[in-house]
């Protein structure tokens, strides 16, 4: 699998579409920052984050393919791991230094990409927020949790990371710290999982498109979007090196800010 090939795992949308206009939208303005780049590469994961509060990440991606496809820019794959998964870079014809910066980019992919690091991110994310909320008052009733008081979700192996109380609300918690959008399938499963239990969906999540964050406030929920990827204290230097050369939003905090909080507090106050 490579970047591209994510596009078909978002669950968005078949391979037999119908073309979106967006598609033509997203075109110009990589071509325009390809042009202002044009001493740079670029991998697409990279580029939706980039793009992500303008174009969705499926829709960066099918551009991006295009583009390709029509000659506009330059691509070469690189081996992510053993087990198959690739990197696709991008960048514009005449960058004949192209090697040493692809060289320096998928050191520094591979290792945030280490699934001991993958893991730690996860794990960081759920403490520091389930700490934020805990200090802030809300009554934990479980972690990794797939019931809440007679009722009980069997029909997958599915859970929440979290199940929370406060004023006699009580929310259904999933946080999402990863530079890709949750995958499509296990998005629904999360909401379903809170339909059945009888509680409110909270997503706490890097990024999301707008579709998702929708279906949430429809079920009465709320969406936090905390955009930089959290990182456990000690990778302070993996943090700077991804931040330095790959430009992505990424931070290594000790708690989460109160305003954050704040504004989700202040929702459930008025609901």
């Known amino acids: 699998m490579n970047d591209f090939d994510d596009f078909y795992y978002d669950g968005f949308e078949p391979p037999e579409y119908e073309r979106d206009k967006k598609i033509d939208e997203a075109k110009s303005l990589l071509l325009e920052f390809f042009k202002t780049n044009n001493r740079q590469v670029f991998y697409v994961k990279q580029l939706e984050v980039m793009f992500e ?9 099918r551009a991006l393919r295009e583009l390709v496809d029509e000659g506009y820019l330059a691509t070469v794959e690189m081996p992510l791991s053993v087990e198959g998964t690739r990197v696709k870079f991008l960048f514009d014809k ?12 998928i050191g520094v992919i591979r290792e945030y990409s280490d699934h001991a690091i993958a893991i730690a991110c996860g794990e960081q994310a759920d403490v520091l927020f389930f ?57 629904s499963m999360k909401l379903r999982i809170c339909d ?26 709320y969406v936090v979007i905390f955009e930089k990827q959290i990182y456990p204290l000690g990778q ?9 050369v790959l430009g992505m939003p990424v931070d290594c905090p000790r708690r989460i800010p109160d305003g954050m909080i704040e504004r989700f507090i202040r929702w459930h106050s008025k609901d």
């Not at 005449?94 to 980019?105: A, G």
């Open 94 to 105: 005449k960058n004949r230094y192209y090697k040493r910066q692809i060289k320096k980019s």
């Open 131 to 187: 700490n934020a909320l805990v200090s802030r008052g809300f009554v934990s009733h479980g972690e990794d949790v797939n019931e809440y008081k007679d009722r009980k979700w069997e029909a997958t192996n599915h859970n929440l990371d979290f199940i929370i109380e406060k004023d006699s609300v009580v929310y259904g918690c999933e946080v999402k710290n990863t530079f890709a959008y949750i995958e499509r399938e296990e998005f």
């Open 53 to 61: 509060k303008k174009i969705f990440h499926w829709i960066t991606s």
């Open 236 to 244: 302070e230097k993996l943090v700077k090196r991804i931040t330095e």
């Open 196 to 221: 059945y239990l009888g509680i409110k969906p909270l997503f706490i999540m890097r990024g999301s498109p707008k579709t998702y964050n929708f279906e949430i406030i429809k079920r009465g929920g």
